[in-house]
């Protein structure tokens, strides 16, 4: 048995979830979600905890289990609290900005790149170099992480780049100029 998935998932106040089949919309102060689920599953709610059930025992059942419930649990909390993820951008003339709801990034290249984010997202920027990606899609705010991380990772030697805030970077030793035996 999964231990994630026998976990219960307990819903706060302020926060309605409506499940019809195997399709659960949760509906909380910060937003809507709604996902369907695959019919291996069941979801069951009593009294403000919600159980993911398996219906059989087969190996897609039980593969699913404890990733079903870790996305019904990630629902309730987005709706509730929200999700965010910070990134740093760390280099010489590197620096962010928002205009409008379009975040605007000069790394180096010719060009400013511009990433517009999608619905449900929001983008803010503090000190120039400070980006925090937040909404209520787990999923969503990972990936928009993910994608102004791709337009200039942090490169090994002096660790320039976007990187994400607390992430280490190993570093590589340059050449040794002028060592001569």
Do not use: C, W
């Not at 926060?15 to 195997?22: D, G, H, P």
């Not at 629902?75 to 280099?91: A, D, H, K, Q």
């Not at 990034?105 to 990433?115: F, K, N, R, T």
């Not at 705010?141 to 993910?146: D, N, P, T």
Request: hydrophobic share 40%.
């Amino acid at each position: 048995m999964s231990r994630i998935g026998k976990a219960p998932i307990p819903v706060p106040s302020g926060v309605t979830v409506v499940i019809k089949n195997n399709e659960v919309k949760v509906k909380g102060p910060k937003g809507e979600l709604v996902r369907t689920f695959r019919p291996e599953i069941g979801i069951v709610m009593t009294d403000n905890i919600i159980e993911v059930k398996r219906v059989d025992e087969s190996r897609m059942a039980r593969a699913l289990h404890g990733l079903s419930r870790t996305l019904l649990a990630n629902m309730v909390t987005g709706v509730s609290t929200g999700f965010e993820r910070n990134l740093e951008i760390v280099g010489v003339g590197y620096k962010a900005a928002v205009e409008g709801k379009k975040l605007i990034m000069q790394l180096g290249y010719s060009h400013p790149v511009e990433i517009e984010p999608g619905k449900d997202l929001a983008v803010a920027v503090t000190a120039n170099t400070k980006i925090t990606v937040s909404g209520i899609d787990k999923q969503a705010v990972g990936e928009l992480s993910a994608l102004i991380r791709s337009k200039r990772p942090p490169e090994v030697y002096k660790g320039k780049g976007v990187k994400y805030a607390g992430e280490y970077i190993r570093r590589k030793v340059g050449k040794a100029a002028g060592k001569k035996k």
